[in-house]
């Protein structure tokens, strides 16, 4: 079993631009259903669907979408062709993972021996999954307009 250090959480924290308030909001973010699902195994779904990433990152993923539209608009794309192809080639899977490279992120995802020994959190789908659960949970402490600027902030080598 794995958990997370605070100081990880610190370094992760800069990594990213934001300094959470409550960091339990990022360590969900971080936590892939496996893991919380062995934890918790035990308890009642709804106490588990507390502690993991999978519904952050729904909510990640249009938060993302949204800001990606915005930043387009702003740099001059006008055309709803334009943004919906240039938005679509910088939020896909390769896009996130690039991203969760360049900031170590497989590092500090937190899940159970057997996805670790599989080498899950290596894999492009749990470090996409946990970009996105991270914006929601920026999102969550603090509001959408600090959201958009870790978008912008963690986008800023692709826009």
């Not at 990022?26 to 009642?44: D, G, H, N, V």
């Not at 001059?76 to 939020?91: A, M, S, Y």
Request: charged fraction near 30%; proline fraction near 1%; hydrophobic fraction near 40%.
């Amino acid at each position: 079993m794995q958990s997370i250090e605070p100081e990880k959480i610190a370094e992760l924290e800069k990594k990213i631009n934001c300094e959470f308030s409550d960091k339990e909001l990022l360590k969900r973010a971080l936590t892939r259903k496996a893991f919380a699902l062995e934890i918790f195994q035990k308890s009642y779904k709804k106490e588990v669907l507390k502690f993991h990433q999978e519904v952050f990152c729904v909510l990640g993923d249009a938060i993302i979408g949204a800001t990606l539209c915005d930043l387009l608009i702003q740099k001059g794309i006008e055309t709803k062709g334009d943004i919906t192809k240039t938005k679509n080639l910088l939020e896909n899977q390769g896009t996130l993972v690039k991203i969760g490279h360049s900031i170590n992120l497989p590092d500090y995802i937190i899940t159970n021996d057997g996805e670790i020994s599989t080498r899950v959190v290596e894999g492009n789908k749990a470090i996409a999954e946990s970009l996105e659960a991270i914006i929601a949970a920026v999102y969550y402490d603090k509001d959408f307009i600090f959201a958009k600027e870790v978008v912008a902030f963690l986008f800023k080598d692709e826009l």
